[in-house]
């Protein structure tokens, strides 16, 4: 089973630069959206046909929305605030968080496409970004004990450490690469959950998923490592293989992000 997770940034403008001849040669079963920005109609519709689609928008126009697109039908959809707990349905917290199950030849496996804040330090912003984690780690610790095989993926907006960002000396005070932001990541490693991109790479720099569109950033590999895929133990030992599809040029990009993809042998 092939699943990807990649943040689109306007799942329109993806379909317009891209993003479909990249569905079409990926060979993947699952792919989770993050920030597609438009209604569940419209992200069906430009995925194409052979897709089941599941999808939260958000109630700020214009803004977040994450969805589930399988080959196989998606069943116990659960989205924002019927996950997450009451404090969720506020509307900066929809369109960022959503799961679903789908089949697989070894048992059912619990998929979640995930979008956090990405944060302002010192601002009302960062304590939206911290309510939306607690809440999503109590929601994984939920469903760990639901379920065997889990993956939670998505745009977490974090690097966990100097390995996942070129800059880290120039970002110690940034949204993104807070120690308290990076606590987190830290307490679903211990919790149990395997972030499965760093340990089939190993202990080197990188690969970075995200690259500002300013700059020279992605031209220089000045990027940064904040989609994953977080994977609960039974799971994690089926991966065999991952990859980031960076897009060959700056001018070749759909997003300015690059779909992280994961091989499971189920």
């Known amino acids: ?17 891209g993003m479909g001849e990249w569905l079409a040669s990926a060979g993947c079963d699952v792919v989770c959206l993050q920030e597609v920005r438009a209604p569940l109609e419209i992200t069906a519709g430009l995925l194409g046909e052979g897709w089941h689609v599941v999808e939260q928008a ?11 697109a399988s080959r196989t039908p998606l069943d116990g959809v659960l989205a924002g605030v019927d996950a997450l707990g009451g404090e969720m349905g506020e509307p900066v917290h929809t369109g960022r ?11 059912p496996v619990r998929v979640v496409s995930v979008y956090h804040h990405s944060g302002e330090a010192g601002t009302p912003k960062m304590d939206q970004k911290y309510a939306l984690l607690d809440a999503a780690t109590a929601r994984m610790e939920a469903l760990r004990e639901e379920f065997d095989r889990v993956v939670v993926m998505g745009d977490v907006n974090i690097a966990h450490d100097e390995r996942d960002i070129k800059n880290w000396k120039g970002n110690l005070k940034s949204a993104g690469f807070l120690p308290e932001e990076r606590a987190y990541l830290t307490r679903w490693a211990e ?4 972030d499965i991109h760093r340990t089939l790479e190993g202990d080197r720099q990188g690969p970075y998923t995200w690259w500002s569109m300013r700059g020279q950033a992605f031209d220089n590999d000045a990027g940064w490592r904040i989609d994953y895929q977080f994977a609960s133990p039974v799971l994690a030992e089926a991966a065999t293989a991952v990859r980031v599809d960076r897009q060959e040029s700056w001018d070749s990009r759909w ?6 993809v994961v ?3 189920l």
């Open 1 to 17: 089973m092939r699943i990807a997770s990649v943040n689109v940034n306007g799942v329109r403008a993806a379909a317009k630069k």
């Open 58 to 68: 958000c109630e700020i126009k214009g803004r977040a929305g994450v969805a589930i």
């Open 97 to 107: 968080w959503i799961e679903a199950t789908v089949e697989s030849p070894a048992g």
């Open 191 to 194: 919790a149990g959950w395997v």
């Open 255 to 260: 997003t300015d992000h690059a779909p992280l």
């Open 263 to 265: 091989d499971y042998a």
